[in-house]
């Protein structure tokens, strides 16, 4: 274990035993000057309720073994992107993954023919 990593689990425990923690900041969002638009709001529910609908147990499928993403937290994000798919309809999409391709094939599987 390096020097950096044993100071900070010395000074910032992990509170509970988990497979996986890193620590993060939070910083304030009520003196952000952006403001989402009524649009984007909008879209982000109508997003939001596309979601909560769509399957995307062939990706789970596809994966080698447990923990399957696109069906539990953290990996919900996968049926957000099938919601935006399905929300704004786009003839063209860009994606830059990670590596496993399931954001890709989580846009693909809701897009307009």
Known sequence: MSIKRKIIKKLMPVPVQVRHAEYSMVFSADDDLSRPSKYLLSVALEAIGN????SLEDLSARMK????????WPG????LL?????S???KVV???GTGSGLSALAIK???SP
Do not use: F, Q, S
């Not at 979601?51 to 769509?54: G, K, P, W």
């Not at 919900?76 to 049926?79: G, L």
């Open 109 to 111: 599987k809701y897009l």
């Open 51 to 54: 979601a909560r609908e769509v």
């Open 88 to 90: 704004l309809k786009p």
């Open 76 to 79: 919900e994000h996968y049926k």
């Open 65 to 72: 073994g447990p923990p399957y993403y696109p069906d539990i």
């Open 94 to 96: 860009i994606e830059i």
């Open 82 to 86: 099938a919601g935006l798919a399905l």
